[in-house]
């Protein structure tokens, strides 16, 4: 798969069959969406293209007005975002930047600059909530039109259900909000992960003998936070068991930064103190422990996690046949 930032690129496909979105989680409806279009994109004899947003848009208009509480919480990161992408076959991702000079294209410039010249678009396929242009102004009547008179097919898509309930972002932010790891895996088609680089931290956790592997979660508002039982892939062949903590760490930090902290507990003996650094990893959620809390002090905060893992242990080795141990590990770091 192949990933642009933007669409002014020598490499990027002279024409293509596009589907349009945030893309936030890359959820079992998004799947049956990809699916659909990468048949068309055979039967057409192109390349199937994801055009995508960063910042979602929704961000950038709760920084605009001022209101950050309207900015949605963030299931995936980037990252993981062209990972499942690339997962379900997609051969050509463009990531757009949303800022003004983007939100203020009517709907005609943006079919006309974006659709047209800039990707060639020969088959659009939207979902059923599809909007376009300044102000929301387009739909899918319009685009059908404007496929018309430009020469591409247009093609919408309607809700995607399982077990009757619509599949949506929305509801997998409501199910990752309320700790229902369950829930969110159904709507997922997995269980809900995260991945990135192990960085170097304060080594607070290896003075207080639980070691932990580090991973920023870029966004303000991820959609998850709490204390987790959790699965570690990437640090060796097989998937570690542990207990992470994904929030701010209210008791020994005050800058907001959001980080996901990993106790695997069974550290191997091969990986050597120091081995898990620099590392690719992927975290698999699987069960909410509890919710964050802040700790009067460092002794509190130790019982605190030598009890989460304890529970950790207990719930992974209650559930284990649950849980097929094959991993899958993005190894390139895409952007």
């Known amino acids: 798969m192949r990933v642009f930032r933007g669409f002014h690129h020598p490499g990027i496909a002279p024409a293509c069959a596009l589907t349009i979105g945030n893309f936030d989680g890359v959820h079992r409806g998004h799947q049956a969406m990809l699916a659909l279009l990468r048949n068309e994109a055979q039967h057409r004899g192109l390349p199937s293209c994801v055009m995508t947003f960063e910042p979602h848009p ?80 387009g739909d899918y009547a319009m685009l059908d039109a404007a496929g018309q008179a430009c020469g591409f097919d247009v093609a919408r898509m309607m809700s995607y259900e399982v077990h009757g309930e619509r599949v949506s972002s929305s509801a997998v932010r409501e199910a990752l909000a309320a700790g229902d790891m369950e829930r969110a895996a159904n709507l997922l088609g997995r269980p809900y992960s995260l991945s990135g680089h192990v960085v170097h931290g304060r080594k607070l956790g290896r003075d207080l003998g639980f070691r932990t592997l580090n991973l920023r979660f870029s966004h303000p508002k991820p959609a998850a936070l709490g204390i987790f039982a959790v699965r570690t892939h990437g640090l060796v062949d097989q998937p570690l068991d542990g207990v992470a903590s994904l929030g701010r760490r209210p008791t020994v930090d005050d800058s907001g930064r959001v980080l996901l902290e990993v106790h695997c507990l069974d550290w191997p003996a091969s990986l050597g103190r120091e081995g898990g650094y620099g590392k690719i990893v992927r975290v698999e959620l699987l069960h909410k422990l509890r919710d964050e809390a802040r700790y009067d002090t460092l002794e509190a905060l130790t019982a605190a996690i030598r009890q989460d893992a304890d529970d950790a242990r207990a719930f992974l080795a209650a559930h284990a046949a649950d849980y097929v141990k094959v991993g899958r590990q993005t190894t390139r770091d895409r952007i």
């Open 58 to 137: 929704r961000d950038y208009f709760a920084a605009v007005t001022g209101k950050p509480e309207l900015a949605p919480a963030r299931i995936a990161t980037l990252r993981d975002k062209l990972a499942e992408l690339e997962r379900c076959g997609i051969d050509q991702v463009v990531v757009l930047r949303f800022d003004a000079r983007f939100a203020a294209q009517s709907p005609q410039a943006f079919v006309d600059d974006v659709l047209v010249n800039g990707l060639g678009a020969k088959y659009v396929l939207v979902g059923d909530d599809f909007r376009f242009g300044a102000k929301r102004a």
